[in-house]
């Protein structure tokens, strides 16, 4: 009788279990939930693939350009322009929902770039890259004296970012972009010669090569490490083939300049944004030559003889990647997180900044790309991966755009964050969906 009683109790207590579920009522459990991220309703207006979302992390941070992650989730951004009397901001949020609670500042300098390794961070001013040493939470120290790592770099206000990357080995690698269009002797200036050979390059328009471990460097203990770039505001150092990538924003104004060569259509779609590969000692051909998409080859520029059908520049690389013209890309990222699907495992993405010149035509860019790679190098053609930060579908000035894509940064969790210099938003794009 006691083995028939307690079989009925426990088919009891299983029926109201299924009663229960069935009225659509849960069954509690006293395990706790972990932080729900704060998913924007309507992914903040970003625009993102299926399965995707994003969440808007922190806004009006002032000019954010390129942004740095640490591995416990600390965000630091570099200010273009110091707000405060600050011009990096350390950011962190306590509660794991994905938005900033908390905001620390320093640095009395504005600038582009900014890295982490595993001692240090890095960040840059038009001329210096200044070191922090990080406490074991990843939050820099000596903030009021830091390192001049390298300093005395040129600036002549034109392209004058020092946006740089890290390969892991004891070196960085240092934009010095090129002050000036096409190397004219009056610069963006209709009928003024070109310069030949162009002396810019002796100490601008490449990629220089400096050690971390080194105080105060300069041009003398640094080295060229390629040349004939004209502005690459995004680097960034390939683990899958031990390569230094970077992004190049092509020459302007060939309309302008060359009204008898080039329409106002081939001036907006012409030269092609590039993405090289950079061996050292890499020659990428600025000022002589630019690189056409549509005809997919290097054309001699109209300044040293061109016509726009003249190829040159035999002995300069090509890209390995090629985009429409004046979208500026200002941010490069190698995506080496789990959290993503497989097809974008060691991918790149590529933040698109805005054009600013392709009137009469409408203004494109506002966007973050995505180029597929297999063993370190592109295996198929690039596609947008979040658009609409411009908040219109048409662009006609760059001070229309709501948000405009300035940096990149990997998140511990493999998320995506985004910075933007229009707005002065931070967002951050998740997966959410199944592999």
């Not at 309507?42 to 625009?47: L, P, R, Y």
Request: with cysteine; aromatic share 10%; glycine share 12%.
């Amino acid at each position: 009788m006691k083995t028939s009683l307690l079989k009925k109790v426990n088919f009891l207590i299983l029926l109201a279990l299924v009663l229960v579920v069935a009225c659509g009522e849960e069954v509690k459990n006293d395990t706790p939930a972990g932080p729900k991220l704060a998913i924007a309703a309507d992914n903040a207006g970003i625009e993102v693939p299926e399965g995707f979302g994003v969440i808007k992390v922190a806004d009006s941070l002032g000019k954010p350009r390129h942004i740095a992650v640490t591995p416990t989730g600390g965000i630091y951004v570099k200010l273009r322009e110091t707000v405060d009397g600050k011009g990096i901001l350390y950011l962190t949020d306590n509660d794991g929902d994905g938005v900033v609670d908390t905001q620390k500042g320093f640095g009395d300098y504005g600038g582009t770039g900014i890295n982490l390794d595993d001692n240090y961070l890095y960040a840059s001013s038009d001329e210096t890259i200044f070191r922090y040493p990080l406490d074991a939470n990843g939050e820099a120290t000596n903030t009021e004296s830091p390192d001049t790592l390298v300093t005395k770099l040129i600036n002549r206000r034109s392209h004058a970012s020092k946006s740089f990357t890290l390969d892991g080995m004891g070196n960085i690698y240092v934009n010095i972009g090129a002050y000036s269009n096409a190397c004219q002797e009056e610069d963006r200036t209709k009928g003024s010669p070109a310069m030949n050979p162009c002396p810019i390059l002796d100490s601008a328009g490449g990629i220089w090569q400096f050690r971390i471990d080194k105080l105060k460097q300069s041009y003398p203990e640094g080295e060229r490490y390629a040349t004939g770039l004209r502005n690459v505001v995004g680097l960034d150092w390939n683990k899958s083939n031990n390569k230094l990538f970077v992004t190049q924003h092509g020459r302007d104004m060939l309309h302008t300049l060359f009204p008898e060569m080039f329409d106002t259509e081939e001036s907006a779609e012409l030269p092609a944004e590039t993405l090289y590969m950079i061996e050292k000692g890499d020659d990428a051909g600025w000022p002589y030559i630019y690189y056409d998409q549509i005809q997919e080859k290097k054309i001699l520029a109209p300044e040293y003889g061109g016509d726009g059908k003249k190829t040159g520049g035999e002995d300069a690389i090509d890209p390995v990647t090629a985009f429409p013209g004046h979208m500026a890309p200002n941010a490069l990222l190698f995506y080496t997180g789990d959290m993503f699907p497989e097809k974008y495992k060691n991918g790149a993405f590529i933040a698109f900044h805005g054009s600013w010149n392709r009137a009469p035509e409408e203004q494109e860019g506002y966007m973050v790309a995505f180029v597929p790679f297999k063993e370190g190098t592109p295996s198929g053609d690039w596609e947008i991966f979040a658009d609409n930060f411009a908040g219109a579908e048409v662009i006609r000035s760059p001070d229309a755009a709501k948000h405009r894509p300035t940096g990149l940064a990997q998140g511990p969790d493999g998320s995506l964050y985004v910075s933007d210099d229009s707005g002065g938003t931070l967002f951050r794009i998740v997966y959410n969906g199944t592999h």
